[in-house]
């Protein structure tokens, strides 16, 4: 680990040594649609996974506009940036952050790279190849929309999530952002978090209307044989004012809140992911 | 100076309007140098990707569709081999001219390199993209190009194209590759054609929001 001005939950910090034999999951969390609490899903999700005794790595794959740094409060001295202009090794930009996993932040304003170049694959790629080995998940939080960058992202991960919100906006996107994977990187399993629920069970009726339109308008797209798409609701987080409060506080609900009813609901998410 | 005077330049008299306006006048024409390609006249490649540059970030804000074709000679090494190299220009020129009579003023058309030729489209909807390029082919086909007196040739063209995917920001080295991978099949599949990438399927139409949106299953939660 460096030595940096945030490292304040260093003891935290997950041991990042390499096992012999295992390899990270990586699950890319995307959207469509940005705003529908991607980042705050991503750290809380991976301060739950942390608990569980998990090494987690979250990497801001949000290359033009990251915001993680935000949502943890942490002004990284060292970013993803200067990974990729070789200033400095690798292991010197993944930090600890509060809630005892580590983060590879992009930092803001990293517009060069917010294109897919073939410079930003290879690196991406390597990022991801490199690290695999030290730790059990890798979350990768990518940017709203479905740039380039995005898409190559998620190809990289084993597993991909959606995040949506009941907003007409948010459910329009998030069947794009399928669409999308489905007939262009011929994805079968896609995992799915509705976010902001008012009612119990809301995030179920979501994933049916979504698989519904998936099995009326994707499948008949997709090649003959083709696995059909399935979409798995892994949670729903309800609308809870503590989570707008932690993020305005810029700290983990987990941390701050663990028994909101949100926290709860992160927490069962998890559970679903280290399995 | 001389450059402007080479490329056949003509600028206003120096004392007639003014200094101030003659800068101007030296500059714009400087500009204009600089992003054609001397022998066909259409834009350069420096000027190509610029305009490429610009037009990604449109599709990527206002989601309109955009074509990009890249263009290639058939067999041009043999018009250099048996009329010559100048005839080789000819052609080239010719290929050009004949470019430029079939797309709009918005349009870019460029000299990529060699005998390859590029033409961005800017709001050319999917469903017109073969009709134009198959335009263009046959654009190309019916021209005879005069290489001597009394000699004409004629050349057919190879068209890969490439839709930009709707508000999508991607790339300009992205978007060429997957035109000119359409370029390599239609030389494959025998030259004289026009293949076109499928458009990415990422909008949603309005029966998808229909049945998203429609069914009394979700308005329980309304």
């Known amino acids: 680990m460096s030595s940096t001005d945030n490292s304040r939950n260093a003891d935290a910090a997950p041991d990042?040594?390499?096992?012999?034999?295992r390899r990270a999951k990586t699950?890319?969390?995307?959207?469509?649609?940005?705003?529908?609490?991607?980042?705050?899903?991503?750290?809380?999700?991976?301060a739950a996974l942390a608990h569980r005794g998990e090494r987690v790595l979250v990497l801001d794959a949000d290359l033009g506009l990251a915001n993680l740094d935000v949502v943890l409060n942490l002004f990284p001295k060292v970013t993803l940036h200067d990974v990729f202009t070789g200033k400095v090794p690798l292991e010197e930009a993944i930090l600890p952050a509060p809630g005892g996993f580590s983060v590879l932040l992009a930092g803001s304003g990293l517009v060069e790279y917010s294109r897919l170049t073939p410079e930003v694959r290879d690196q991406l790629l390597r990022i991801i190849e490199t690290l695999a080995p030290r730790f059990d998940h890798i979350l990768l939080d990518t940017g709203a929309g479905i740039s380039d960058v995005v898409l190559y992202a998620v190809s990289l991960a084993d597993d991909v999530l959606v995040v949506a919100t009941p907003e007409p906006t948010s459910m329009t996107d998030a069947?794009?952002?399928?669409?999308?994977?489905?007939t262009q990187q011929q994805r079968s399993a896609i995992r799915l978090v509705v976010n902001q629920v008012g009612k119990v069970g809301e995030g179920r009726v979501i994933r049916s209307q979504l698989q519904l339109?998936?099995?009326?308008?994707?499948?008949?797209?997709?090649?003959?044989?083709?696995?059909?798409?399935?979409?798995?609701?892994?949670?729903?987080?309800?609308?809870?004012?503590?989570?707008?409060?932690?993020?305005q506080r810029r700290q983990l609900l987990l941390e701050s809140m663990p028994g909101s009813p949100a926290a709860r609901a992160v927490e069962a998410i998890a559970s679903k992911v280290a399995k | 100076m001389q450059l402007l005077q080479l490329s056949g330049r003509t600028l206003p008299d120096r004392l007639e309007v003014g200094q101030v306006a003659w800068m101007q006048a030296v500059i714009d024409?400087?500009?204009?140098?600089?992003?054609?390609?001397?022998?066909?006249?259409?834009?350069?490649?420096?000027h190509f990707e610029?305009?490429?540059?610009?037009?990604?970030?449109?599709?990527a804000r206002a989601g309109e569709p955009a074509l990009v074709l890249m263009i290639d000679i058939d067999h041009f090494k043999q018009v250099n081999d048996t009329h010559g190299h100048s005839a080789g220009d000819l052609v080239l020129k010719g290929v050009a001219q004949a470019l430029q009579e079939c797309v709009r003023p918005m349009d870019t058309v460029a000299r990529f390199g060699g005998e390859e030729f590029a033409l961005i489209l800017p709001n050319c909807p999917p469903s017109f993209g073969l009709t134009v390029a198959e335009r263009v082919r046959l654009k190309v086909q019916d021209r005879a190009v005069s290489i001597s007196p009394g000699q004409?040739?004629?050349?057919?063209?190879?068209?890969?194209?490439?839709?930009?995917p709707q508000w999508v920001r991607s790339s300009a080295p992205l978007w060429i590759e997957r035109a000119d991978q359409q370029l390599y099949r239609a030389k494959a599949e025998g030259r004289n054609?026009?293949?076109?990438?499928?458009?990415?399927?990422?909008?949603?139409?309005a029966e998808e929001k229909g049945l998203l949106f429609g069914t009394s299953k979700f308005q329980e939660f309304e």
Request: aromatic fraction near 4%; charge should be neutral; glycine fraction near 8%.
């Open chain 1, 16 to 21: 990042a040594s390499p096992k012999p034999g």
């Open chain 1, 27 to 46: 699950m890319a969390i995307t959207s469509g649609k940005g705003g529908v609490g991607k980042t705050f899903l991503s750290a809380n999700l991976a």
């Open chain 1, 213 to 247: 339109v998936v099995d009326r308008f994707v499948v008949p797209m997709l090649p003959e044989g083709a696995e059909p798409p399935m979409l798995e609701l892994i949670g729903e987080v309800p609308l809870d004012p503590s989570v707008r409060e932690s993020v």
């Open chain 1, 175 to 182: 069947y794009a952002t399928i669409k999308l994977l489905t």
């Open chain 2, 152 to 164: 004409q040739v004629h050349v057919t063209i190879s068209i890969g194209g490439a839709f930009a």
């Open chain 2, 29 to 46: 024409a400087l500009c204009e140098l600089s992003s054609r390609d001397p022998l066909t006249g259409l834009a350069n490649r420096r």
């Open chain 2, 50 to 59: 610029l305009a490429l540059a610009s037009e990604i970030d449109r599709v």
């Open chain 2, 193 to 205: 054609r026009a293949c076109l990438e499928q458009p990415t399927v990422s909008l949603v139409t």
